[in-house]
């Protein structure tokens, strides 16, 4: 028998849930928060006349903190209704509505006009929603398809009948909804890349401006663009978390972010390579968060419980944590500002998202191959071993010669990370890492012979 589990923040939730800025990494002053009860009802395809309930937004109706506890049929329409008015002042130029995050298929009107259309579970959608605004009251209403039957799109760890590893399905809304007002001319994106004692900041589209750190002055945005490099850098580390806080102006819009510079290598210290953190030995002692919870699932009933999550796990000895299935904005930021021993680190933290990560390793597997001159001005190229080659391709390619070459079925699960009989425990199970070894070699000198 199931029982409804409460976390004490969950049991104590009062007011407007979640009123915390949601997008640390780019801040404006303009921000109006769409979180709280909506309208809310369930139809086989179209919004419906009239709505027959209530949600607490931004948790998904699976949830108890939504105020529904209620899975609804596959491919069911999921549809949200609220009314907001602009105050005086916010419009500066456009209105952008922001939806963190909601699973999978959503289409959004603004006084009955569609205003755009989302398929993706797990990423922020941002619709321009000026031409579609009237003065006075606005009516903003959002429907939502999810369908776990069809497994095309990314779904996580989520099934019907939840058990072992995997979990309760969500659907529908499950991040925070929120206006922002910027000038015609804005920053679309931030993007900011750690190059270890210096950092390069660039903006979509490309504007100029002035970038403004704290404590080392202000910098020339062109085109786009800039690099600092601070000259007596302060490295980032668990024990000293320090960030560099930052300011972009360009044209009329203005941002506040931050950055951390730290140096993540392999060095060889003494006989053997060691991972290094800012130049030094260090042992990544980490775990994977999964990210779920009893009463919100997905979404936790206030951000201190992202707070406490990380802080518990520190006292059990962790440094570093692998963020699991989601894009957690405000968890990412409670992350980089813990203070001192109270810090985890994230590797990958020079990349925006996984995807980003992915995307950028997809691209550098694209180019491999061998060297075969030089440009002009000295840059090396080279003539790709494949233009297609992927990740995915990749694994799929290496499965397929190893299976050619009567490498055991078991042995190229365990190189690939993959479960051999039991779907659930096989892959905890020991196994000899040199039979991996030897079909790896199989396959290079296989390779090698064409």
Request: charged share 25%; aromatic share 12%; net charge negative.
């Amino acid at each position: 028998m199931l029982h409804d589990l409460y976390t004490p923040e969950g049991e104590a939730l009062t007011g407007q849930p979640w009123s915390v800025y949601p997008r640390p990494q780019m801040k404006r002053n303009s921000y109006i928060n769409l979180n709280g009860q909506w309208d809310f009802a369930v139809t086989e395809k179209h919004f419906p006349d009239t709505y027959d309930k209530t949600i607490l937004v931004p948790f998904c109706p699976e949830s108890l903190l939504s105020g529904i506890h209620e899975h609804f049929p596959e491919g069911h329409a999921l549809c949200y209704r609220r009314t907001f008015t602009l105050p005086e002042g916010f419009h500066q130029g456009r209105i952008l509505l922001h939806i963190g995050a909601a699973d999978q298929h959503l289409d959004c009107f603004v006084n009955d006009k569609k205003v755009g259309n989302h398929s993706g579970g797990y990423e922020n959608i941002t619709f321009d929603i000026t031409d579609a605004l009237c003065d006075g009251e606005n009516e903003l209403k959002i429907r939502c398809f999810d369908d776990l039957r069809n497994q095309v799109m990314p779904y996580g760890k989520q099934v019907m009948k939840r058990g072992g590893m995997w979990y309760t399905p969500v659907s529908g809304i499950w991040q925070t909804v929120w206006l922002e007002s910027v000038p015609e001319s804005y920053i679309q994106k931030l993007n900011i890349e750690n190059r270890g004692t210096s950092v390069t900041i660039t903006t979509e589209p490309k504007l100029d401006g002035t970038v403004t750190v704290a404590g080392l002055g202000s910098y020339p945005l062109t085109d786009g663009s800039v690099t600092i490099t601070p000259e007596n850098p302060h490295l980032w580390s668990p024990e000293d978390p320090y960030l560099y806080e930052f300011t972009v102006e360009a044209g009329e819009d203005r941002v506040e972010s931050y950055f951390a510079l730290r140096v993540l290598e392999i060095k060889k210290i003494g006989d053997y390579q060691r991972l290094c953190l800012n130049g030094k030995p260090y042992f990544f002692h980490g775990l994977l968060d999964q990210g779920y919870w009893p009463d919100g699932i997905f979404t936790p009933a206030k951000p201190e419980n992202y707070a406490a999550d990380i802080l518990a796990m520190k006292k059990l000895g962790f440094n570093t944590l692998r963020k699991h299935i989601k894009v957690e904005p405000e968890a990412q930021a409670i992350i980089d500002k813990y203070q001192g021993e109270q810090h985890l680190l994230s590797p990958f933290d020079r990349y925006s998202s996984y995807r980003d990560y992915n995307h950028r390793l997809n691209d550098a597997l694209k180019k491999l191959g061998p060297v075969n001159g030089k440009h002009r001005n000295g840059v090396l190229t080279r003539e790709p071993i494949n233009p297609e080659l992927s990740t995915y391709w990749a694994r799929h390619s290496w499965a397929t010669i190893a299976a050619s070459l009567d490498i055991p079925n078991e042995t190229i699960a365990a190189a690939l990370g993959h479960s051999y009989g039991n779907k659930v425990t096989a892959i905890y199970i020991n196994f000899d890492a040199k039979k991996i070894d030897r079909a790896n070699r199989q396959v290079i000198n296989h390779l090698k012979s064409k």
